[in-house]
């Protein structure tokens, strides 16, 4: 996990008095440790041009979080990182548009959907592979905040199948890794969404396995909120005191008249978390948009 630094002073003290103050500026920035930055389906493709659409809403997205006076202590952009098929030009321009979070020392955690290719994503960004997976064939890992811990879920089944799947084997390392980390409110990211608490007519795309892994959830009173994105909507829904959210897509929608584009900035505590939608269309109805969770107990 990159180090970031939460202090001038701290930038100081770690490499030394005689660090010029010029550089300190440049490297050091102040950081919200209660705050994430949450996007996902950027989809973006090795031939789009710079002017398109889909890499100018990350490319726009980004300098809003290079320009937040506090930045935030985790990015995550939750799956579908790659246009269609998670070809090697498409993680190379991704590559390219999230230098700049990278470049700042901004800590970005990248999970796996639909459209993406495992094997071909870890051929490109070489960094995000790890040198002994925790779970063989899946990309996971926990990130610990100060008020929250993440845990980032693969629930790609095959490149251009619509399902998800966590399987047995991710749950078994998820529910340890659970109850080893029992200390904090939990999170779960994964790009799709399971099968429960909201609109049936999207569940057919979701996690085939929803049912097996709610019930390891439910029991485990830490975990508060599941996060999820495929469907390029927005919407706040539970099932048995957990919440799920379905954040809104950074690169397309279908449909203009009732969804759009943006990216979903969290504060976190011990008790709730506040979701604000921004919006690449500022006039939209959703930009700007808070909304406040309480944690079951």
């Not at 048995?240 to 397309?252: F, K, V």
């Amino acid at each position: 996990m990159p180090i970031h630094l939460t202090s001038r002073r701290q930038f100081i003290s770690q490499l030394g008095a005689a660090v010029a103050v010029s550089n300190v500026e440049t490297f050091a920035a102040e950081v919200d440790e209660s705050l994430i930055a949450i996007l996902n389906d950027t989809h973006i493709g090795a031939q789009h041009p710079a002017s398109a659409s889909i890499p100018t809403n990350l490319r726009n997205t980004i300098s809003y979080l290079l320009a937040l006076p506090k930045r935030p202590a985790a990015v995550i952009i939750n799956g579908d990182l790659a246009l269609l098929d998670g070809k090697r030009g498409d993680y190379e321009h991704f590559a390219k548009l999230i230098a700049p979070l990278r470049d700042a020392g901004i800590p970005l955690h990248l999970t796996m959907g639909n459209h993406d290719h495992r094997e071909v994503f870890y051929d490109v960004l070489k960094r995000d592979k790890p040198e002994s997976p925790a779970v063989e064939s899946k990309h996971v890992g926990v990130v610990k905040l100060a008020g929250a811990n993440l845990f980032l879920l693969d629930s790609l089944k095959a490149t251009m199948v619509t399902q998800g799947l966590i399987g047995e084997s991710q749950t078994i390392w998820l529910t340890k890794l659970l109850d080893e980390h029992a200390d904090k409110p939990a999170l779960l990211f994964a790009h799709h969404n399971p099968r429960l608490g909201g609109d049936p007519l999207h569940f057919p795309g979701g996690l085939e396995d929803s049912e097996a892994l709610w019930q390891e959830l439910v029991k485990r009173p830490q975990v508060k909120a599941y996060i999820h994105g495929h469907i390029h909507h927005r919407d706040f829904n539970s099932h048995q005191d957990i919440h799920i959210l379905n954040t809104p897509a950074t690169s397309y929608v279908a449909d203009k008249k009732t969804s759009t584009t943006g990216w979903t900035m969290a504060k976190l505590s011990f008790t709730g978390g506040s979701f604000t939608t921004h919006t690449h269309l500022t006039d939209h109805a959703w930009n700007g948009v808070k909304v406040d969770l309480k944690w079951r107990s």
